[in-house]
């Protein structure tokens, strides 16, 4: 075969190439458009005001009057006493201390769906999204659960050798009345919040999916949860 039929051949080879390329161009440009004007037949244009009130709505009916545990979190609490006792600040009656180690402390941390209204609704219609603005996580202070368990609640003490010197019994008392405020505040440690916070914004999108599932389903609508 000559150099010149060599060359025809592939000549009407790439022409070939190039004609079957444009073809399944065309017939994907087509049908790309034919899914653009099925999808605005099947989902039509809906208005912000519209995806905010039936979000909301339905919301309202299902979650929105919880308060919604996002993180329950373990902790060890330690407080100590040491205590000195004077008389008119000069005469020395002792001293004493103690230490108290309550392992196994609990703080909730939850999200107050019921502060979610229209006004932390958004739609974006172009990428037809919607947003849910959540307020953040956090402890819920009458949910906090002190040790009792006296293997788990571990003292140390070393009373005053004066009778009238401090006493070991005020000392517990008071840190009796520390225990919970410390305890809230070791939950609050920006690790534990900044966990919370992640598995709260987790946990509401789940939340959101499943109770606006046939509504975001129908309407072709994503969702995405934001937090503070």
């Avoid at 060599?6 to 190039?18: E, G, R, T």
């Avoid at 517990?172 to 992640?198: C, F, M, P, R, W």
């Amino acid at each position: 075969m000559s150099i010149d039929n060599k060359s025809n051949n592939w000549a009407v080879f790439f022409q070939k190439v190039i004609v079957i390329v444009l073809i399944f161009g065309g017939i994907y440009f087509v049908l790309d458009k034919a899914g653009d004007e099925t999808r605005k037949i099947l989902h039509p244009n809906i208005t912000r005001e519209e995806v905010t009130e039936i979000v909301a709505s339905q919301l309202e009916k299902t979650v929105l009057d919880e308060k919604y545990v996002v993180l329950t979190q373990d902790l060890t609490v330690e407080i100590s006493r040491d205590v000195d006792k004077y008389i008119f600040d000069l005469i020395y009656w002792g001293n004493a201390t103690m230490k108290i180690k309550y392992i196994g402390n609990k703080v909730q941390y939850y999200v107050p769906l019921s502060e979610i209204n229209a006004q932390n609704i958004e739609y974006f219609p172009e990428t037809r999204t919607v947003r849910i603005n959540s307020p953040k996580a956090v402890i819920d202070k009458e949910m906090v659960f002190i040790q009792s368990d006296p293997d788990k609640v571990l003292k140390e003490e070393n009373g005053s050798w004066f009778p009238y010197g401090p006493q070991l019994e005020d000392l517990q008392n008071s840190i009796q009345k520390e225990v919970k405020e410390k305890t809230i505040a070791e939950g609050s440690h920006y690790l534990i919040e900044s966990q919370a916070q992640q598995v709260a914004r987790q946990k509401l999108q789940m939340l959101f999916e499943k109770v606006l599932t046939k509504f975001l389903s129908e309407e072709s609508i994503n969702l995405e949860v934001m937090m503070p």
